[in-house]
């Protein structure tokens, strides 16, 4: 008896975990043609953007993105890898 009720929340979440990949597949499909439609729309007379940030910049967050996630996540990573996880 439990192992019918185990198969049905299995197949229950199976099923679940299929229809979402199929929505989510066409949503991003429905997008990425939106995109292109867009892009195909203003053509080449569209100017190129500069970027945001310049190139220093950006390398700067990085390493500092980096360097606070190491700090944050270091002993978490240091206490798993002393459980051999």
């Not at 910049?57 to 051999?84: C, Y």
Request: net charge positive; aromatic share 10%.
């Amino acid at each position: 008896m439990i192992s019918i009720l185990v198969q049905e929340r299995l197949l229950g979440a199976l099923l679940g975990c299929a229809a979402t990949g199929v929505i989510v597949f066409e949503q991003r499909k429905r997008i990425y043609k939106s995109i292109a439609d867009d892009q195909s729309q203003f053509g080449s007379n569209s100017k190129t953007r500069e970027p945001i940030f310049a190139k220093k910049t950006h390398t700067e967050f990085a390493h500092i993105w980096n360097k606070t996630v190491d700090q944050t996540f270091g002993p978490v990573i240091a206490s798993l890898s002393s459980r051999k996880w």
